[in-house]
């Protein structure tokens, strides 16, 4: 069973940094590619960034490109997202996703999700 626990959320000022992680159980982590999404209430989830399998390729979204990073430790099973340079427009729940494969690049389908951490960027 596909279990993916987001963590490091919380409450930033802007212009700070949060580094989020996502323990991966239950499926071989290292076979899929792994994404980040976010989603702010009333909103549809919109891709942040995504890593291949073996993080030959990444992919950002336009608005995080140059601030955010995408990394993955495929013996430690954890996905990681390090956000700097946070604006109140980050602000929203980020996921952790699980592409259904790992080899058509960039991954357009998931099954799996996580529950979600909540990033606020305010003053």
């Known amino acids: 069973q596909v279990q993916l626990v987001e963590s490091g959320g919380g409450l930033v000022q802007p212009g700070g940094s949060l580094r989020l992680s996502c323990a991966a159980s239950g499926f071989t982590f290292r076979a899929y590619s792994m994404s980040w999404y976010r989603q702010v209430p009333g909103q549809g989830r919109e891709l942040v960034a995504a890593?291949?399998?073996?993080?030959?390729?990444?992919r950002y979204a336009d608005f995080v490109r140059g601030r955010f990073t995408i990394s993955r430790d495929n013996e430690k099973n954890t996905l990681r997202l390090q956000m700097n340079s946070l604006r109140p427009e980050d602000t929203a729940v980020y996921f952790c996703?699980?592409?259904?494969?790992?080899?058509?690049?960039?991954?357009?389908?998931?099954?799996?999700w996580g529950q979600g951490t909540q990033v606020t960027v305010s003053s």
């Open positions: 996703a699980k592409s259904t494969d790992g080899e058509n690049w960039p991954p357009n389908a998931y099954d799996g």
């Open positions: 890593v291949s399998p073996r993080s030959f390729h990444t």
